[in-house]
């Protein structure tokens, strides 16, 4: 995305990235849904869609959710 001219910003953690979208409000999210983040997870890929979606500044984000097939049991 980067070399055709769009904005990338780059985390590995939930909460950053919703700091990011929140200050920034950018027109698409890509996250990855971790199937590893358990319940310690400080905000996971899920958690994170719902916060975007439902706060009122960012709800038009589009978002894309990757999920791997060992997710299915959540």
Excluded: M, W
Aim: aromatic share 4%.
């Amino acid at each position: 995305l980067r070399t055709a001219g769009y904005t990338v910003f780059e985390t590995d953690a939930g909460k950053e990235a919703l700091e990011l979208v929140n200050r920034h409000q950018p027109d698409l999210l890509v996250t990855a849904g971790n199937s590893d983040a358990g319940a310690g997870a400080v905000l996971d890929a899920v958690d994170l869609c719902c916060r975007v979606k439902n706060n009122a500044g960012t709800s038009v984000t589009y978002v894309i959710l990757i999920i791997d097939g060992s997710s299915r049991d959540r």
